[in-house]
């Protein structure tokens, strides 16, 4: 480890200073490096105007550390070229911590991305790092899942972003977030005009923050990604997403709703929202209650959107309880759909009745599906290994 090996510190340094063009990134990952050296790291980097990515995630760093850096990232004699900052998983560096790199950014014009999950900020660290963002007009990316954030935090982040023009992605997974915060979040993303992506995946998520976040995404012209695994949306929170999949105006090309104990209802009314959508590219629907057995409007909806829909790449259904009579629906649909590209069922409990219909097709009609996940379902080894083969 880093922490044992002064001599092999000591030559990162020494590239550090030498101020080389061609090191333009430096990787200091799960090394036990500490605040003492991140202090000659942070001097090294006053004479250093070429690096570029800098990863000190897991580097057992505290809040003074984070000073260190904060304080040369900001250097006027030597501007700093650090575009790439990561400081995950650093669980010392607290509330103090995001303080630091939140005045840190409101004089650096270079930082484009800043990854923080882990690092024990709470409200009282992301707060300042998210209402710098109202006037830094450089950072294009913020990550800070996994840091007790909750709705206050939300609500920093959704008014910085009522005025914020640089921001292109940030992810909130893994918080305390509720739908009071997606709320706030949700009026910010209203008038924001730059943000590409958003995760907030793993909260406190229910039916009022789906509703508030399809209101607030409706006249949004740029969101394209939209990560929301691991709440609590349910099927009535799947329908208001379906309304705003439904929208000609919707711009979103990438869904993940997994894990929210969506069953066939919401399932449903998605389907039914893609048969329109053109923009669509990928549907995460792993790990719900969906079934989409015989009878059930679930399968015939989900069919007659891939026998229409031909923007749809990636369909994610894996961790469900789909069973034969919906594989086989899919098959059939798989005969004339020309834009699937990816299929993943693994996990579901469909036997080799499902799994042999699914290879017939691809075999013979289907020319585009490139990746087709079966595995830990019912079926036989055998049949198992002969649906892959004619999928190959």
Known sequence: ????NPTKFQLVIARVEANNPSVQELSLEKHDVGDKRIRVLAEALRQNNTLERLNLSACNITALGVRY????????????NVR??????????GPEGGKYLANALKNNKILEQLAINNCGL?????????????TNRSLAVLEAGGNEITDEGAKALGD??????????????NNLITSNGAQHVAEGLAA????????????????????????????NESLQWLGMGGNMLGDRGAMHLATLLANDACCLQSIGLGGNEISDDGATNIAGALKTNTKLKSLGLGGNR????????GTKQLAEMLLTNGSLQKLLLSSNIIGDTAVVHLATALETNTGLETLLLADNPFSDEGGEGLAKVLCSANKTLRTLDIHNSQMTNASEKRARNKKK
């Open 160 to 173: 910085a972003l009522k005025l914020n023009t640089s921001l292109e992605g940030t992810s909130l997974w």
């Open 84 to 93: 790439r900052l990561n400081l995950s998983d650093n669980v010392k560096v």
């Open 290 to 297: 969906i079934a989409l057995t015989e009878g059930d409007e």
């Open 192 to 219: 924001n005009k730059t943000l590409l992506w958003i995760g907030l995946g793993g909260n406190g998520v229910d039916v009022e923050g789906a509703w508030a976040l399809a209101e607030g995404i409706r006249g």
């Open 122 to 134: 709470g409200d009282e660290g992301f707060i300042p790092l998210a209402e710098v963002l109202s």
């Open 69 to 80: 850096l904060s304080d040369a990232i900001c250097n006027i004699i030597i501007t700093s």
């Open 1 to 4: 480890p880093m922490g044992n």
